[in-house]
């Protein structure tokens, strides 16, 4: 091991971080400078940050990996890019027609669309969120179906055993899923792992499935991974979505409503 600059490789990698933290992106050439290592050493250093998931190897060196979106109050949600979440709950309530069953995951895209439900004459919600069944319970031509389960604190979803196995008694038309983080080559993840797992029963039970995000969901990730963009129907975001999500998207066949 090189200690010329008497740091050990834990504390050197501990300083690669930080200046990771610090300026965003770094260089193996530098970082062999300032530790005084080989470039082998530095790029030894990197493959193993890499392999940790805490960094993204470059040419020629390395930039800060995004953080895991974290879960966050309903409240603190429901204010964020609140125009592009009720055009989208637009689009989607185009998607429902009398008849339909349908489920609205939890989130403040699904409950813009449960507000705007209101006057369909024969419509079945199968939800899991206490809110968005308190908004629909009292509209005369809708039924709200609960799974029931255990009241997870932050946004009011039930989740666990008994939700799942609940939800497996039905089949629905179509699925509107919120998600927390939507990579278009690999698929769309949660915060919570029960909820990621409840989620995944909302798409074995459900003919179509629609995620329904806005913009700044896309290439983010959170902890509890649900499905593969092979299993989304279609998406609806706005129309600040990159080219790039939108030609990956394309390519795998999903039916893509930008608004």
Do not use: W
Not at 53 to 67: D, Q, S, V
Not at 167 to 186: A, I, N, P, Q, S
């Amino acid at each position: 091991m090189e200690v010329e600059n008497e740091l050990t490789t834990t504390e050197r990698r501990s300083h690669i971080i930080t200046q990771l933290e610090e300026k965003g992106q770094v260089a193996v050439d530098a970082l062999s400078r300032t530790f005084q290592v080989s470039q082998v050493t530095i790029r030894n250093d990197l493959a193993y940050l890499e392999d940790k998931n805490l960094i993204y190897r470059t040419r020629g060196g390395a930039i800060k990996r995004p953080k895991v979106a974290a879960d966050s109050a309903l409240a603190v949600k429901s204010g964020k890019n609140a125009e592009q979440k009720r055009r989208i709950a637009l689009k989607a309530v185009e998607l429902v027609q009398n008849g339909d069953t349908i489920i609205l995951d939890s989130g403040t895209t699904t409950m813009e669309i449960a507000r705007n439900l209101k006057e369909f004459k024969n419509l079945t919600v199968i939800t899991h969120a206490l809110n968005i069944a308190t908004e629909l319970a009292r509209v005369a031509g809708i039924e709200v179906i609960m799974p029931g389960g255990i009241v997870r604190g932050k946004s009011f979803p039930l989740v666990g055993s008994q939700a799942e196995q609940n939800l497996r008694d039905y089949y629905c038309d179509k699925l509107f899923l919120g998600v927390d983080g939507f990579e278009t080559t690999l698929g769309v993840t949660t915060p919570c792992v029960s909820e990621a797992q409840l989620n995944r029963v909302m798409v074995e039970i459900a003919q179509q499935t629609i995620v329904v995000a806005d913009s700044t969901k896309f290439g983010r990730k959170s902890f509890a991974f649900i499905i593969p963009v092979s299993r989304i129907n279609a998406v609806i975001t706005d129309i600040g979505i990159s080219e790039t999500d939108r030609q990956n998207l394309v390519s795998q066949n999903v039916v893509l409503y930008t608004v």
